[in-house]
């Protein structure tokens, strides 16, 4: 408080002082404005990509397929000793989705799918290559289970077709038969009145 204030309340005596002081000490603070609540960022952790790591991987694939049956479950061997680096399994999955080894394509979609969600060193810059390998094989994989229920359908309808032949044939018979029967009947005499004798 300053002076002019404490020597008033002397003035007028120690009860209206008081009276002053604790109408002084309840008095409602000015109201603050409502702070709006600080949004903290979510810190970006920045990505390495080497685009120079993929130049490799890329000729890789380029020559698995000149590559013969027992070159490539060489190369099978070769890789499954190795480390499993995103790189190796990358190679692998390359391996694996080859159209010579059809039975594969799902492992090789499995494989191709733990590099996009790895954390690995040098994962991340996998990733571009390893992405559309994995659009690549599962297009593939839907053209082949087509390919597979078309080659079952129309298995099926050969065989309709064969039973359907089959019987034709067997009416053929069966018409040539009675053809024949007809055939081996004699013939019934022509009818005539006698009338046309020699005069």
Same mark, same amino acid.
């Given at each position: 408080?300053n002076s ?18 604790a ?39 380029q ?7 027992l ?15 995103p790189?190796?399994?990358? *190679?692998?999955?390359?391996? %694996?989705?080859?159209a ?5 394509? !799902?492992? +090789?979609? /499995?494989l191709? @799918? =733990?590099i ?56 053929? *018979?069966?018409?040539?038969? %009675? ?8 013939? !019934?005499p +022509?009818s /005539?009145n006698? @009338? =046309?004798?020699?005069?």
């Amino acid at each position: 408080m300053n002076s002019a204030l404490i020597k008033r309340l002397l003035r007028h005596g120690w009860l209206s002082a008081l009276v002053i002081v604790a109408g002084c000490a309840t008095a409602p603070a000015p109201e603050k404005e409502a702070e709006e609540p600080v949004v903290e960022e979510t810190p970006r952790i920045e990505v390495k990509v080497d685009e120079t790591a993929m130049l490799p991987l890329l000729g890789y694939l380029q020559r698995l397929p000149g590559m013969s049956a027992l070159e490539l479950a060489r190369e099978r061997k070769t890789l499954a000793a190795l480390p499993q680096t995103p790189s190796v399994r990358l *190679r692998l999955a390359m391996l %694996l989705g080859q159209a010579r080894t059809p039975a594969n394509l !799902p492992r +090789a979609q /499995g494989l191709l @799918a =733990g590099i996009l969600k790895s954390n690995e060193a040098n994962a991340n810059s996998l990733h571009p290559l390893a992405r559309l390998l994995a659009m690549h094989y599962g297009e593939r994989q839907k053209l082949e289970q087509q390919n597979a229920r078309l080659a079952a359908q129309m298995n099926e309808l050969e065989g309709r077709l064969g039973d359907s032949q089959r019987h034709n044939d067997e009416l053929q *018979r069966k018409i040539d038969a %009675l053809a024949d029967i007809e055939r081996s009947l004699p013939k !019934p005499p +022509a009818s /005539g009145n006698g @009338a =046309g004798g020699a005069r």
